[in-house]
């Protein structure tokens, strides 16, 4: 008895300690799947509407057709780790008609937000790995370089507007964007034009607001009279939940981090010295203070909570981009009075500055997928960009703009893109994305986790310009170590 | 007798064996061969000896974690196996409703790690909102906050273990003991604390172990905040894994070395109590 005992507890200890060697799979990516279950209902009525679409004349991408039912029967599938998951549902809807059309199997996943790098790295483990993945810029390619196919003989880069688009390693096109957005502070025009029709308002049009001095005077205007305009605060929550934490850290973290290379003249630097950290406190003072929520508790807001309390017209602010889109339609504030700013940090000559636009969304086919798979992936983004349902599926459903020439005729209704055509045709200089320049995902949390203990009171500025200044140096000594 | 175990030995004991080896034992040795890898993908490793280990062993945070998990530990073992003995020894007395008590007390346990910290996070954030704070203020209330949580969900459960080994114990000796006049003090610790003494030893490693490995509820509660000073061990190795390019192997070598101070912990343990077990 006590012999049995003891064997069972040792067993016991070694399956339990042993558990924790490697317990740790990621399994975030189980939730498309149930998506894609609940949206077969609506499946089949876009199928009608498409195969009528077919009848008419859909003669264009019928090469690519025939090509996909070779793939078919050459057993070739597709598997995509999809990065955004606000495009979930309809990327799934557009693999199921590609199926439905060419026999082809196509298997789209999304990663939870956060945690795609890590769903990318078990994902890839697997013997039926992605087939086609992303990298988010040029130091995500750093990482996946071995994995990608070179793309430089696909349709895909044929038709790809610039080389600006694409990522390549010497002469190889390793990725190529398929989005181009757009972000910067989302106003709510109703409650804008309510506060500059009110006698206690300073500024008194939306021309006068292009510049920090402005913003912080309306922001502070309105946080001091906001039950007049009904309104919990000028600015949306600054939560730093990980859901929402990557507009600060990243998003936000940009804007200094161009002006100095804007000064330096570079694109890319080993070291950062921060010479814009003060205007990027002044703005995440502003955030904070006017905001519909106490600093203390940002802790624990989440992007949900943010994107409702726009979306509601609890705020007339809300820092984001063009993909917030479809979590704001069909509520409170109506397209017409969706407009967009530029984040002005307080730099001279801001009155210039346009949206910040550019590209995190690179696709990557993967070299290690056998021969008949690279190829359906290919012929799969093909057809996804030539034909009449893939362009209308990433242009008007998903409100994608992209950098391929097939897309001229398809143009998303997206106001905030709108926002963006607008400022760019008013000459205005767009903020390029140098936060695919940061040096590794490890020195984003660094900054997230100074500016929350910043916020919240537990630390103080300076443990943000050290996460910032020496936290890009340790970051980027450790990344290229080799 | 053997002649049968022999002849059913394939039936029996083979598919268990097999997903034994395959879920258990083959990804253990592949584990502590990749912490003398470098890679990006499991299957895609190149050795690189014990410059992981270093890695890992310089690493300020997974000190830090470390610490941070074994104060964790010894509060929550002594906190879960007192509270959830008091409660045994309270419903195996004749009181109305015994068995309501211990169902709700078990239910807890039925509810799975990630899904009780998101509702404990809403829970102790609308308590702290009053105070115009979160969970994630300060390390301390991160802290408090697993511990209540641990216990909440354990302590039903150790509760059954610890009631199933009071029932065990022969009605002769504590009528023996009424006989020569021992009091309800001399009772508890003379005759009932002996006897219990298997239970005690699995409770413990129960929550010792529980308690190193945590890992959901430390995800969905804190996630680390404020700086991975909430951080728990298998939330350190995790994170090093999967949150940093180029140290997959620095994270393998943390769990391995995780594996190898929980198991040393838990042989210690099971030595200790054991001595002290009295055969019946």
Redesign the interface.
Known sequence: MRKWRKIAALSLSAALAAGTLYGCGSSDTAETEAAAETEAAAETEAEAQEAEADAEGGEASSDILELAKADAEAGGKVYYLNFKPEQADQWVELAETYTDLTGVQVDVQTAASNTYESTLKSEMAKSEAPTLFQVNGPVGLATWKDYCRDLSDTELYKNLKSDDYALKDGDEVKSIAYVIETYGIIYNKALLNDYFAADWSTVKSIDELNNFEALKTVADEIQAHKDDLGVLGAFTSAGMDSSSDWRYKTHLANLPIYYEYKDEGIDQSPAIKGTYLPNYKQIFDLYLADATCEPTEIGAKTGTDASSEFALGEAVFYQNGTWAYNDIKDNEVVDEDLGMLPIYIGVEGEENQGLCTGSENYWCVNNKASEADQTATLNFLTWVITSDEGRDMLANQMGFVTPFTTFDEYLPANPLVLADEAYQEAGKTPVSWNFTTMPSEEWKNGVGSALLEYAQGTGDWSGVETAFVDGWKTEYDLAHAE | MSKNIKKYFPIFMLPTLLAFVIG?LV??I???WLSFCKF?????AKFVGLSNYRQAIADPEFMHAFWYTTAFVIVTVIVINVAAFAIAYMLTKKINGSNIFRSVFFMPNLIGGIILGWVW?LLL?SIL?IW???????PTYGFIGMVLLLCWQQIGYMMVIYIAGLQNIPGDYIEAAKVDGANSRQMLWRIILPSMM?SI??CS?LTI?NG??M?DQNLALT?G????MSELL?LN??NT??????F?GVGQAK??I??IA??VI??IQ?RLT?RKEV?A
Not at chain 2, 40 to 44: A, H, K, N
Not at chain 2, 132 to 138: D, E, L
Not at chain 2, 241 to 246: A, D, I, M, Q, V
């Open positions: 258990f990804p253990f592949m584990g502590i990006t993908t499991v299957t895609d996070q954030n909102a115009g704070k979160t969970i994630v203020y300060s298997p030893t699995i490693f172990t190193f490995k890992f996630n905040a404020p700086s991975k298998a190795i995790f894994f999967y949150g940093r390019n180029g997959e769990a391995v995780f594996f929980v198991a838990a042989v099971n054991t055969q």
